[in-house]
């Protein structure tokens, strides 16, 4: 299959941050990966800002060596490189001050997509909007984009988004969170929506539990300062996993728009029950042969923060009633996987007595990494001769053998920055929907850091604690292996 490639309008992308480790890993790389598929027009332009002093001669120099160090060899010709950098430029500004300012608005052009990248910390979103807003940059139809993380708690997700609606419209604010970049999480909706296989059974009377699942077999090592005073459920559960939980329990929309979508998945989250502390568990990695301990990544023996979690959510709606979500994501475990487990109920009636015991039932399996694809496990009769024996098959469809590698090799970043010139904001969370986040994830942090209890030890390697394994037991239920 071949990817039908759309060219976007004209644009000025001005990146703040430009000269930062994502800059140089993700955003440029896939600027250029779009470059070089043909989707940037002749006449784009990259305008790279920062602290450093520097001109546009040497930002392109530097985002030269990136590209060597982060696209290979193979993806990066070299006179398709030379031009991608000709489309870049350099203006050297302090987002805290007045040095700057008038430059970039000197080099910006009217009647163009007008972005700006806030690749930089989140204590800077509100003075670099300030800053666009009075010296005349943005202009009503310009696109403010802002990573994660977004906010610390729900008083200062509103703060951020206070500093941000003073200049910009919500229709105008992209913040951006790189899951739902991803080809299966996109192929989600389509499979539940686009399809009358599966919409008719997703709901509690046939679907036992589901399960998600996001682990890293690396631990914090490098970045053991921020992590520490985010944790598990700052980093991953109140943002990428929740967003997963809301493309798998929402509504379907009236239509595919932005806010038909973002309306459904913010029902979701004000629908989630209160979460007992007895269906939590936190936990941090030991020390292994090849690791150091969570207290000596983050450099602090008396950290109680989680380097994992899992939980049993339930979203009290009629669709979802008596089915739990069991979410789960963890640093040094035995494996990188992400994926989605909706398990079915078993028939209501079994006429194959004694024949079906160790059978693990149904279950739509959507793998986000690696792999990306989906497998749908169902029981079938064992061939041969001697009566009826019943075994599990998968059926397994890996998105990179269906619609080829090339589809497939596309970044998140790619998707969504393309998404942001465009104006779809479809992917990318609105204002009450992190704010509707934090609401609930704020009262489970205080009554942890109430009770003040250590998180559990777990070895490097492992699936991670006892305790989450007993979390599933206890409903009669078993995780997935994870990495299986």
């Keep these: 299959m071949v990817a039908r490639v759309i060219p976007v309008e004209p644009f000025d992308l001005v990146i703040f941050g430009a000269t930062g480790d994502l800059a140089r890993r993700k955003i440029l790389p896939g600027l250029f990966h779009r470059f070089r598929a043909g989707q940037m027009p002749e006449d784009a332009k990259i305008i790279g800002s920062a602290r450093s002093d520097?001109?546009?001669?040497?930002?392109?120099?530097?985002?030269?060596?990136?590209?060597?160090?982060?696209?290979?060899?193979?993806?990066?010709?070299?006179?398709m490189v030379t031009e991608f950098l000709e489309h870049l430029s350099y203006v050297h500004i302090d987002a805290m001050g007045e040095a700057g300012w008038q430059?970039?608005?000197?080099?910006?052009?009217?009647?163009?997509?007008?972005?700006?990248?806030?690749?930089?910390?989140?204590?800077?979103?509100?003075?670099?909007?300030?800053?666009?807003?009075?010296?005349?940059?943005?202009?009503?139809?310009?696109?403010?984009?802002?990573?994660?993380?977004?906010?610390?708690?729900?008083?200062?997700a509103q703060a951020l988004n206070k500093d941000l609606l003073k200049h910009f419209d919500e229709q105008q604010i992209y913040r951006i969170d790189h899951y739902l970049g991803k080809e299966t999480v996109q192929n989600l909706m389509a499979l539940r929506f686009a399809n009358s296989l599966f919409e008719p059974l997703w709901n509690s009377t046939h679907i036992d539990?589901?399960?998600?699942?996001?682990?890293?077999?690396?631990?914090?090592?490098?970045r053991g300062g921020y992590y520490d005073q985010s944790g598990a459920m700052r980093d991953m559960v109140q943002n990428h996993l929740m967003q997963l939980l809301c493309?798998?329990?929402m509504e379907p929309p009236s239509k595919f728009t932005s806010n038909s979508v973002r309306d459904e998945k913010v029902k979701v989250i004000e629908a989630l029950e209160p979460v007992l502390l007895d269906d939590i568990v936190r936990g941090q990695y030991r020390a292994g042969r090849d690791n150091q301990s969570y207290f000596?990544?983050?450099?602090?023996?008396?950290?109680?923060?989680?380097?994992?979690?899992?939980?049993?959510?339930?979203?009290?709606?009629?669709?979802?009633?008596?089915?739990?979500?069991?979410?789960?994501?963890?640093k040094q475990l035995r494996d990188r996987a992400s994926e989605i487990a909706v398990v079915f109920k078993d028939p209501p009636h079994n006429i194959f007595p004694n024949k079906m015991e160790g059978r693990k039932g149904n279950a739509l399996i959507i793998r986000l990494q690696p792999d990306e694809g989906i497998t749908l496990r169902t029981t079938i009769k064992e061939p041969g001769p001697g009566g009826m024996r019943l075994t599990?098959?998968?059926?397994?469809?890996?998105?990179?053998?269906?619609?080829?590698?090339?589809?497939m090799s596309q970044d998140a970043y790619e998707r969504l920055i393309m998404d942001v010139i465009r104006g779809d904001q479809?992917?990318?969370?609105?204002?009450?929907?992190?704010?509707?986040?934090?609401?609930?994830?704020?009262?489970?942090?205080?009554?942890?850091?109430?009770?003040?209890?250590?998180?559990?030890?777990?070895?490097?390697?492992?699936?991670?604690?006892?305790?989450?394994?007993?979390?599933?037991?206890?409903?009669g239920r078993r995780w997935r292996p994870i990495g299986d």
């Design 54 to 79: 520097m001109d546009s001669a040497e930002f392109r120099k530097l985002i030269g060596t990136a590209l060597s160090e982060f696209v290979e060899e193979s993806l990066r010709p070299a006179e």
């Design 103 to 156: 430059d970039l608005k000197g080099v910006l052009r009217e009647g163009t997509v007008r972005t700006f990248y806030l690749s930089v910390s989140p204590s800077l979103f509100g003075a670099i909007a300030e800053r666009l807003s009075l010296n005349g940059i943005a202009t009503p139809e310009s696109r403010i984009v802002v990573e994660k993380p977004f906010g610390h708690d729900l008083e200062s």
């Design 209 to 222: 539990h589901v399960q998600i699942t996001v682990a890293e077999s690396i631990g914090v090592a490098g």
């Design 247 to 249: 493309l798998i329990a």
């Design 296 to 330: 000596e990544d983050v450099e602090n023996v008396d950290s109680r923060t989680e380097s994992y979690i899992a939980m049993k959510l339930s979203v009290g709606n009629w669709r979802w009633a008596s089915t739990p979500f069991y979410l789960r994501t963890g």
């Design 392 to 407: 599990e098959v998968d059926m397994d469809m890996s998105f990179a053998d269906a619609l080829g590698d090339s589809l």
């Design 426 to 475: 479809t992917l990318f969370m609105r204002g009450d929907e992190v704010e509707a986040a934090w609401a609930w994830a704020d009262p489970l942090i205080a009554a942890w850091e109430e009770a003040n209890q250590r998180p559990v030890p777990y070895d490097p390697g492992s699936s991670g604690p006892e305790e989450a394994l007993m979390l599933m037991h206890r409903g």
